[in-house]
């Protein structure tokens, strides 16, 4: 046996194998329809089979295959085993376009619903290989930053869906990807369109195979690498844009798919595009056979695509060690005084800023006729008792994020760490989710499930990055992928139609619009009391950025302070989002903006970011309840839609 037939053995028995169990499965759904008796009038069950069960299992197969076919494509043009259109951000991009575009131009869809997923599968392409292109096509920074930008484009998204309430479920199902099927039209669609862009990719595997060469052998050859990158990057975007324009995001297939390809033999990059297609039909078709048979006529509410995303993001945990990238450590924080006049005209500044913020946040606002007054007259204790509770909730929560981002960013030894970042936000989330869903209890319990749920995806990060000695990339992979997982399983609970899924949106909103007396003095009180702590571990933090040799040569204890800050900063963290959710970015700005300012050691920067961080989430929520009047936007999707760009910048400056 040659080594080609011996490479193509092992993918061939992994398609079979997904085929065959597959086939098994959509039998026993399809059986007991096929072989009832006919009788008189409309055959119902044939019925079902023939225009929903079968033409779903075609759109899988499909979709598979075409997912599958654009991860493969990315990593052999990019270099980067974990790039697929989930990881790059390209079908959170399609999915953010198509629910803006249903929402207000609905127009636009009938005269090209592919265009419109073209369009935002295109920009975060765009965004994240022009990030990639600076920076070397490093597979850290492409993947970072399409993660992030993924992050970014689906917390919108539901936030949009949340804000139209009468669309929640059925965006939501749409959104998180799902395959049901009333008709053929939509697999007989998918057939001429993959089929064009397959035929196109066939071409390019002569090109692509020299790539494996080297850059400069690859040119020396004849390969033009610029138009080789936008030829491939194209065809990969647009299966990602078609995909998602027809039944939304599917997750992870397109990593997975080809990692199998390779695992079980597929070396060569004829092999990977070739087998990846098959491999990924097959295994799509699986998941979505065993999803119907075992959940029954609640398999047509199921997203498919969170199901597989909840699947893929433990596999994105398990690759990252594969994923060569080299760690950056924190270069020693100077330990020489700084001069007096350096540290308090920051901080001083600060906090005239922040009481600033305070009294407009307090007593300016938007009269009855849309005009701006000042807050007077007999109604000024009513409406001051409704509105500070909102604001000092807010400012509580701002200054623990913010804080919990010096800490974060100290540990880990990356200015782009942040509890949003990191995953624990989304951890939290979880938490509540549980809690609204299984428990329903107040302020307490779900406090009690928010911090359980931040923690224990805290506990997973850090025991996935102990191989790598905490490497920031890969604690900050680690965390985007338990964010995708977190958010998956959070979209199946949405999707369901329960009326408590309008709760857990208008949570994850950041809205303060129901915070009462009671939760901002119990969100203050937890503030002062976590902030004091942190402050009092200083000197940890000081010392710790030096690197464990010195940390321990000084008589640190290096596990039990990790593991007591990174504990402290779980607690802010779940807290916070509470009041404003697991998307303010709020933990990125503070302490980035503090370092700005001049303030580098632990104590001053702390106080510096829970100065600023507060400021901004007062300012959003002003911003939020004054620029719609009398529609309020919740304050943490303002400062989200400022700080996940902010990030991107950060990326973008990061040498």
Same mark, same amino acid.
């Given at each position: 046996m040659t080594a080609a037939r011996r490479d193509n053995l092992g993918p061939a028995l992994v398609f079979l194998m997904l085929i065959v169990s597959g086939g098994a499965a959509s039998w026993f759904l399809a059986a007991p329809a096929l072989s009832s008796a006919v009788g008189h009038g409309y055959d119902i069950p044939r019925m079902v089979v023939y225009y929903s069960t079968l033409p779903r299992l075609a759109t899988a197969l499909l979709v598979g295959a075409a997912l599958a076919l654009s991860g493969a494509l990315f990593q052999q043009v990019l270099r980067n085993p974990l790039a697929d259109p989930t990881t790059l951000g390209v079908s959170a991009g399609a999915n953010l376009a198509l629910v803006v575009v249903s929402l207000f131009i609905p127009g636009l869809l009938g005269a090209g619903r592919d265009v419109v997923a073209l369009l935002g599968s295109a920009a975060?392409?765009?965004?994240?290989?022009?990030?990639?292109?600076?920076?070397?096509?490093?597979?850290?920074?492409?993947?970072?930053?399409?993660?992030?930008?993924?992050?970014?484009?689906?917390?919108?998204?539901?936030?949009?869906?949340?804000?139209?309430?009468?669309?929640?479920?059925?965006?939501?199902?749409? &959104?998180?990807?799902?395959?049901?099927?009333?008709?053929?039209?939509?697999?007989?669609?998918?057939?001429?369109?993959?089929?064009?862009?397959?035929?196109?990719?066939?071409?390019?595997?002569?090109?692509?195979?020299?790539?494996?060469?080297?850059?400069?052998?690859?040119?020396?050859?004849?390969?033009?690498?610029?138009?080789?990158?936008?030829?491939?990057?194209?065809?990969?975007?647009?299966?990602?844009?078609?995909?998602?324009?027809?039944?939304?995001?599917?997750?992870f297939i397109g990593l997975v798919a080809p990692t199998l390809a390779r695992l079980s033999g597929a070396r060569r990059p004829v092999q990977l595009i070739v087998w990846s297609p098959l491999i990924g039909a097959g295994l799509l078709f699986l998941a979505d056979s065993v999803l119907q048979l075992t959940t029954g006529s609640l398999g047509n509410f199921l997203p498919t695509g969170a199901v597989t995303a909840i699947f893929g993001s433990p596999l994105l945990l398990a690759l990252l060690p594969r994923l060569k990238i080299r760690h950056r450590i924190q270069q020693a924080i100077p330990l020489r005084r700084p001069r007096p006049w350096g540290v308090k005209l920051p901080l001083v500044t600060a906090i005239l800023g922040v009481l600033v913020l305070l009294?407009?946040?307090?007593?300016?606002?938007?009269?009855?006729?849309?005009?701006?007054?000042?807050?007077?007259?007999?109604?000024?204790?009513?409406?001051?008792?409704?509105?500070?509770?909102?604001?000092?909730?807010?400012?509580?929560?701002?200054?623990?994020?913010?804080?919990? &981002?010096?800490?974060?960013?100290?540990?880990?030894?990356?200015?782009?760490?942040?509890?949003?970042?990191?995953?624990?936000?989304?951890?939290?989330?979880?938490?509540?989710?549980?809690?609204?869903?299984?428990?329903?209890?107040?302020?307490?319990?779900?406090?009690?499930?928010?911090?359980?749920?931040?923690?224990?995806?805290?506990?997973?990060?850090?025991?996935?990055?102990?191989?790598?000695?905490?490497?920031?990339?890969?604690?900050?992979?680690?965390?985007?992928?338990?964010?995708?997982?977190?958010?998956?399983?959070? &979209?199946?609970?949405?999707?369901? &139609?329960?009326?408590?899924?309008?709760?857990?949106?208008?949570?994850?909103?950041?809205?303060?619009?129901?915070?009462?007396?009671?939760?901002?003095?119990?969100?203050?009180?937890?503030?002062?009391?976590?902030?004091?702590?942190?402050?009092?571990?200083?000197?940890?933090?000081?010392?710790?950025?030096?690197?464990?040799?010195?940390?321990?040569a000084v008589g640190m204890p290096l596990a039990m302070s990790r593991l007591a800050l990174f504990g402290l900063a779980g607690l802010m963290t779940a807290a916070a989002t509470l009041t404003v959710g697991p998307l303010s970015f709020v933990g990125l700005m503070g302490p980035h903006l503090a370092r700005e300012a001049g303030l580098k050691r632990a104590m001053p920067q702390m106080v510096g970011a829970a100065l600023i961080g507060g400021g901004l989430m007062v300012a959003a929520d002003f911003v939020g309840r004054t620029i719609a009047a009398p529609y309020q936007i919740p304050a943490g999707l303002v400062s989200a839609l400022i700080g996940a760009p902010f990030l991107m910048f950060l990326m973008g400056r990061a040498r």
């Open positions: 975060a392409a765009v965004i994240v290989v022009g990030f990639g292109a600076r920076r070397g096509f490093s597979p850290y920074s492409l993947v970072l930053s399409g993660l992030v930008l993924s992050l970014w484009c689906g917390g919108l998204s539901a936030i949009l869906t949340y804000l139209n309430q009468r669309y929640l479920a059925s965006l939501f199902i749409w &959104g998180s990807g799902s395959l049901a099927q009333q008709s053929w039209a939509i697999p007989l669609s998918l057939t001429w369109k993959i089929g064009a862009v397959a035929v196109v990719s066939a071409l390019l595997i002569r090109p692509l195979s020299l790539l494996d060469l080297g850059e400069s052998s690859s040119v020396a050859l004849g390969v033009r690498l610029a138009r080789l990158r936008v030829v491939v990057v194209a065809c990969a975007v647009a299966l990602a844009a078609f995909v998602t324009s027809a039944v939304g995001v599917i997750g009294v407009i946040s307090l007593f300016a606002g938007r009269s009855p006729g849309g005009g701006w007054a000042l807050l007077s007259g007999e109604f000024l204790d009513d409406i001051l008792a409704i509105r500070s509770p909102k604001i000092f909730a807010a400012l509580a929560s701002g200054a623990m994020l913010a804080v919990a &981002g010096a800490i974060l960013q100290r540990l880990t030894g990356n200015e782009m760490a942040s509890p949003e970042v990191l995953g624990i936000s989304a951890g939290a989330t979880f938490g509540v989710a549980i809690a609204l869903f299984a428990v329903a209890p107040g302020f307490s319990g779900q406090f009690a499930f928010a911090v359980g749920g931040a923690v224990s995806v805290l506990a997973v990060i850090l025991l996935s990055s102990r191989s790598s000695t905490f490497a920031p990339e890969r604690v900050l992979l680690a965390g985007i992928a338990l964010s995708a997982m977190v958010d998956a399983v959070v &979209g199946v609970l949405s999707s369901t &139609g329960d009326p408590r899924a309008v709760l857990l949106m208008r949570w994850m909103s950041g809205s303060t619009y129901l915070v009462d007396g009671t939760t901002a003095a119990a969100e203050v009180v937890i503030g002062a009391v976590l902030i004091t702590a942190a402050l009092s571990a200083r000197r940890w933090l000081d010392i710790l950025p030096l690197g464990p040799a010195p940390s321990a």
